[in-house]
């Protein structure tokens, strides 16, 4: 029989929404004519709308009817960092709490990591514009606590925003619908899984997993996501703004064995050839595999020179890596330890 | 109403076990919170692939009886209860929508605003739900079937388990109520 296919297909549920969803479309909320959805946040649909007062494009986004704006909420909407998007207004419309602010171009994180890992570089670079947005807000008393790949943006110019700070407050409110609907687990620090009060360091916890999943196994980045994820805050990075120097430490770091085995490299170019050398003679053919293998690594994996480390220089220089590295990795550690004692 | 975890759990096994009773004693209960989370959904996109119904669900039974320990038999017998409300609820809302649409409001709402089962032909929801009722009286297992799977959002496997019947034969009596409604609604 020659019946349609989706008859019955999508729940019924899920028709509904559909219907409710598309119903606000070309309507005016407050000043804001609704044009099109542009996809969701953590708690709500977002919609750009057009702000007809001011002549602009806004994103519009909904808000759960038990959310009411706090004092924290109201503090977030006067953050003013280039890593923070920009909240215009909060308002309510039939009841509904909403958020009108700045319209981004990009891409979440979420949506980045799903389509590649991250060089390592990159992530040091989208951590520590989290660092410094995640520490302009906590000077002014707000905590994220949701902080995810979801609510992180990259915007097409390669800049960080991080979206919905203070809107989750609402998490820790008994009428909302617990942590089934608000909150992500998986990111959340043992003391706001516990339901004990959060500060700074919750969102640096989040943050650490953030890391975590956008380093994926490189062993680089161990000893600052230690001092991210250690269950008692007091063992974390005291502030964000220590992360960031621990982060900006590890790119110096990198730097610096990137040259070392540039240099390193080239030097044993110098002394055997062949290993470099396009592959003809028969004698050297069970060396191609290898020899290609180090090539493209050296080329294109992103843990610039990390990578090439544990081949080349494990064999040749190994004794003089390790001392360089571990005076390297001493001097990261020493100021922030330091920083954290003084403290 | 929440909070009576011992309460939902027990009348899911006397329901499963034959008593009628029970399910009109679960009926309001469940409906309230399912009410409750449906509205506050709908206005909620799916997080990527994960259907909303599954979400809602699942939320109100998170809420009615805790993260406890519920074995899976006591689940599917709460995803049934919650498939024959959620077919309440949102014909209601759907009847709702229509008369809101004939209170004559100048708005203009584009066709696609109706809430469509089908596209080709065009099926709404209300009618599906009457078709649905008619099937019940030649056929109620497929009419179960049905409101499990349309409804309840269940997948094959777990209307299979709710209804204690293998998948094979929820497979066929869903092809088949599909089919005979086609042709009831066409």
């Not at chain 1, 309507?27 to 649909?45: A, L, N």
């Not at chain 1, 959340?188 to 640096?204: H, K």
């Not at chain 2, 409804?151 to 869903?174: C, K, M, N």
Request: charged share 25%.
């Amino acid at each position: 029989m020659n019946w349609p296919e989706d008859f019955l297909e999508t729940p019924a549920f899920d028709l509904v929404a559909r219907a409710v969803q598309s119903q606000l479309i070309g309507t005016m909320v407050s000043h804001y004519r609704i044009e099109e959805r542009i996809g969701s946040g953590g708690m709500g649909i977002v919609y750009r709308a057009r702000d007809t007062r001011l002549q602009r494009d806004v994103a519009l986004k909904f808000l759960p009817e038990a959310w009411s704006a706090d004092r924290e909420a109201r503090a977030a909407a006067g953050l003013n960092h280039p890593n923070i998007c920009t909240i215009h207004e909060i308002g309510a419309h039939d009841g509904r709490p909403f958020i009108a602010m700045e319209l981004l171009e990009g891409r979440t994180l979420k949506q980045e990591l799903g389509v590649r890992s991250l060089e390592m570089g990159k992530v040091i670079e989208i951590a520590s514009q989290i660092a410094e947005a995640l520490d302009a807000a906590h000077a002014q008393g707000v905590i994220h606590r949701d902080i995810k790949p979801g609510n992180i943006f990259i915007t097409a110019r390669g800049v960080v925003k991080v979206l919905d700070f203070g809107i989750a407050v609402m998490a820790d409110s008994p009428d909302s619908h617990g942590g089934v609907a608000i909150g992500t687990r998986a990111y959340m620090a043992p003391e706001q899984l516990q339901g004990r009060a959060v500060d700074a360091r919750t969102d640096i916890f989040a943050l650490g997993v953030v890391i975590q999943q956008m380093a994926g196994k490189a062993a680089a980045f161990d000893r600052i996501l230690e001092r991210c994820l250690a269950n008692d805050p007091a063992a974390r990075f005291g502030s964000a703004r220590e992360l960031r120097a621990a982060l900006h430490g590890l790119r110096e770091l990198t730097f610096v064995f990137a040259d070392f085995e540039r240099r390193l490299l080239e030097r044993w170019r110098a002394a055997s050839p062949a290993a470099f050398a396009p592959i003809t003679s028969r004698r050297w053919a069970w060396w191609a595999p290898w020899a290609r293998a180090l090539r493209t690594r050296s080329r294109s994996t992103m843990p610039r020179g990390f990578g090439l480390r544990a081949l080349c220089l494990r064999s040749i220089g190994s004794a003089i890596a390790s001392t360089a590295r571990w005076r390297a990795c001493a001097a990261l550690n020493g100021p922030n330890t330091a920083s954290t004692s003084t403290m | 109403m929440v909070g009576q975890p011992d309460d939902v759990t027990r009348l899911l096994h006397a329901w499963s076990q034959g008593d009628d009773g029970a399910l009109d004693v679960l009926m309001p209960l469940v409906y309230h919170e399912l009410h409750r989370a449906a509205h506050f959904h709908m206005a909620r996109e799916a997080p990527d692939n994960t259907l909303q119904t599954t979400a809602l669900v699942n939320e109100v039974y998170l809420r009615l009886l805790g993260a406890r320990e519920v074995d899976w038999q006591n689940r599917a017998h709460f995803h049934a209860v919650c498939a024959t409300l959620m077919r309440r609820i949102l014909t209601d809302f759907a009847r709702a929508r229509k008369s809101q649409k004939r209170g004559g409001s100048a708005e203009h709402l584009p066709l696609d605003d109706e809430i469509l089962v089908s596209h080709t032909p065009r099926v709404d929801l209300l009618e599906l739900d009457q078709a649905l009722e008619r099937l019940t009286a030649v056929n109620e297992r497929q009419a179960r079937v049905v409101e499990l799977r349309f409804f309840g959002g269940l997948s094959v496997q777990e209307t299979a388990e709710a209804l204690q019947v293998s998948p094979e034969t929820i497979q066929r009596d869903w092809r088949l109520a599909k089919d005979w409604l086609l042709r009831e609604l066409a």
